[in-house]
Every structure is written in structure tokens, then in C-alpha cells.
């Protein structure tokens, strides 16, 4: 995480260490934290992003991604997952189907 003010994220920076906390995600935490920083983007991502980005196979969320078609907040085109109008307006309804169970 980088410092949120932006004099602080400047000095840091110039000190060597623009970080302002590091932690590692757990394995199961990481199709929700790549849902959460992808899907904001209205354009979407290539669906091979998934797995290069998390190491994990796209079949792992497939019921999340059906379940998502299904109530009209994602579309998937071809190779390329995103948000429909429905999907950006309810945004956290969507994100919500990719956290892990119990979290819920």
C-alpha cells in the first residue's frame, strides 16, 4: 500500500521506500482482489490476465463469472470480461460473488 498523501508518498519516495505497508495475500483472498482492482475499470481485461496475474486458473471462478452473466452485471465478449452499465452501477453486488465463502 503507498502512503495516500501525496507529500508523504514524496518523501517517502525520495527516502527509497515509496511503500507504506506490505502484506501478502492469502491464495484464497486473490480472485476477489483481482475482481476488486479489475472490474472498476469499465473497459474490463483479457480473461488470460486471471491466471497470469494470480497463478490461478479461470475455471477456479466460473461459477462466480456464471453467476454474474446470470444477474446481468458482467459480460463476457469474446476473451474480454466486464462490467455492464448494471455491473459499474452495482458494483459491490458484483465483487461480492468473488469473495471467498464465510467473508460474505
Known sequence: MRHKQPAAYLKAVADGNPLFSHQKIPRADLPFEFMMNLLRLTGGFESRLFQERTGLPLAL??????????????????TILRPTLKGQRFLNDL???FLKEGDE
Open 61 to 78: 471462478i466460473r461459477r462466480q463469472l456464471d453467476a454474474a452473466q446470470a444477474q446481468g452485471l458482467l459480460d463476457a465478449d469474446g
Open 95 to 97: 465483487l461480492t460473488l
